[in-house]
């Protein structure tokens, strides 16, 4: 089968070369045809050197590359890349695992399959494709998923609706493309979570979080939590298990507080430990009423894109000044951000300046990152994204 070809202009070819994913509208001298969203095409540099193969798009990322190796595309591609994912986690210990059944399977770029990311919860994969190339391959992975994973999973949902329009215009919908919801009760570190990944957020759930709720659960013992930003309440399952003498979960959605006051349940915590907060954080921190031990501050992403960087900057400023100013002495302090326009240098420089503002000693005692299902391929710094400080308060 031969491809349209994307020519690119002299020096172009430069990040390609070091398997940089991706190939910017700006960088292309012509190409041998017209293709359409989601076509596959051959990149070449500007002297006809052929660089990779990659899914068409159309907006600033013209070509998102997943075949760097050869010039023909093998008819079992899609099944080899989520063999090799596939894996990695087991070999990291994430799968066939009896206390924790939810982890990533496929991050994009991390995996080599740019616009695709596959999560697991128990028998479910949830699929959510981020381009129109990865979309229409959609089929192929789910026949991919049932070769490699077997009988581990007994369904596949996808749920790509949002992300595809918003991200290349492509209309799909959200649905089951291999049987049907199954039990939606699943367990990381041995704590349940009910996880509603038709309705919920992302795909249903902060995977990404795992480690440092582990991390925060280890220091929970009779303390006195705030949770803000809660969402599904993974950090106060975490420290109520662990013994916290209370925690206020936070947040300014009620479907957030309901499945926070559900998650409770699931796990036969003592819910007289517990309050929930309906609440916009940045209001609820100006003046905090609670004498709180440990401070969660997990905001969504406050930057989309570089041009919402500066007040994203002044939102993760504000919420931290706050925290920081009204801990307890001795307190600490979790804070994070998912913003992928926000590096970690940003970040870091950001909460200094708020300490700065306070006054207080402040150590920080862990530099916080995504977990190993989430991997960043070197090439591609982009992947990074989830970024963490726990800091001590004196
Ligand atoms: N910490 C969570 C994930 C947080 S997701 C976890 O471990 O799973 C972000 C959450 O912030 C969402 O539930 C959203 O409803 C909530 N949120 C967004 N803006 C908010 C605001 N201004 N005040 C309080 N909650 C907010």
Redesign the pocket.
């Known amino acids: 089968m031969s491809f349209i070809q994307i020519v690119l202009k002299p020096g172009k070819e430069q990040s390609i070369l070091r398997r940089h994913p991706w190939v910017f509208s700006g960088a292309i001298k012509g190409m041998t045809g017209i293709p359409k969203n989601g076509d596959v095409v051959a990149v070449h540099d500007s002297s006809g050197k052929w660089l990779g193969l990659g899914h068409y798009a159309e907006g600033s990322i013209s070509v998102r590359i997943f075949e760097f190796e050869k010039a023909e595309l093998s008819p079992s591609i899609w099944k080899d890349k989520i063999a090799a994912a596939f894996s990695a986690r087991k070999s990291l210990g994430f799968t066939d695992n009896a206390q924790t059944n939810i982890y990533r399977l496929v991050h994009a770029e991390g995996d080599g399959m740019p616009g695709l990311i596959i999560d697991v919860y128990n028998k479910t994969a949830v699929i959510q494709t981020h381009s129109a190339g990865m979309s229409s391959v959609r089929n192929e992975l789910v026949s991919a998923l049932q070769e490699v994973l077997g009988d581990r999973i007994t369904s596949v949902y996808d749920k790509s609706a949002e992300k595809l329009s918003k991200n290349s215009g492509v209309a799909s919908e959200n649905t089951y493309l291999l049987g049907k919801k199954e039990d939606d009760v699943c367990l990381e570190n041995g704590c349940k979570f009910r996880i509603d990944w038709e309705e919920g957020?992302?795909t249903g759930?902060?995977i990404d979080?795992r480690e440092?709720?582990n991390l925060l659960g280890a220091l929970s013992k009779g303390k006195k939590v705030l949770?803000?930003?809660?969402?599904?309440?993974?950090?106060s399952v975490y420290a109520l298990k662990n013994g916290a003498s209370l925690v206020h979960s936070?947040?300014?959605?009620q479907?957030?507080l309901d499945l926070t006051e559900e998650n409770i349940r699931l796990n036969d915590l003592d819910s007289s430990k517990h309050g929930l907060i309906k609440?916009?954080?940045?209001?609820?921190m100006k003046n905090l009423k609670e004498d709180y031990d440990i401070i969660?501050l997990?905001?969504?992403a406050f930057a989309k894109h570089l041009s919402a960087r500066h007040k994203a900057v002044q939102g993760y400023k504000r919420i931290n000044s706050a925290a920081i100013s009204q801990i307890k002495k001795g307190g600490i302090i979790f804070t994070?951000s998912?913003s992928q326009a926000v590096d970690k240098q940003l970040f870091t420089n950001t909460i200094i300046s708020s300490a700065i503002e306070t006054g207080r000693n402040i150590r920080i005692l862990h530099q916080l990152h995504q977990p190993a299902d989430h991997p960043i391929n070197i090439y591609h710094p982009e992947g990074e994204y989830l970024k963490g400080l726990v800091l001590a308060v004196d």
């Open positions: 957020q992302k759930f902060f979080q440092n709720r949770n803000t930003f809660c969402y599904t309440g993974g950090f936070l947040d300014s959605s479907k957030a609440a916009d954080a940045v209001e609820y969660v997990d905001p969504p994070f998912c």
